[in-house]
């Protein structure tokens, strides 16, 4: 019963779609970046102000992936030296 209680006292997430993520970040505010960041990950590492890694979300794990590998691609961005590699820890 406690878990019923918790769960209904939790706000219902959204679920943005994974298409036009560019276009909802450009626009969004706030809580609909934050809303992509939680869709697209359940952690994200920071040290010293930098991001070091990330964990991205089970449910999203390989699109996510693809997605990174494709920024990585065309884009050539390194993100804490290392490059996009998920980190171990959910830290």
Known sequence: MRKDL???A???RMHPKLTGL???WDSGDGIV???LLATLFCGIHVSQGAVV???PS????TQVMR???TVRRKLSVNVGGDGF???ASSV
Request: hydrophobic share 30%; charged share 35%.
């Open 53 to 55: 890694g990330y964990s």
């Open 58 to 61: 089970p449910q999203r794990q």
């Open 85 to 87: 590699e998920p980190t």
């Open 33 to 35: 970046r934050r809303e």
């Open 10 to 12: 939790v706000p219902e």
């Open 67 to 69: 997605l990174l590998e």
């Open 6 to 8: 918790l769960e209904a």
């Open 22 to 24: 560019v276009e909802a």
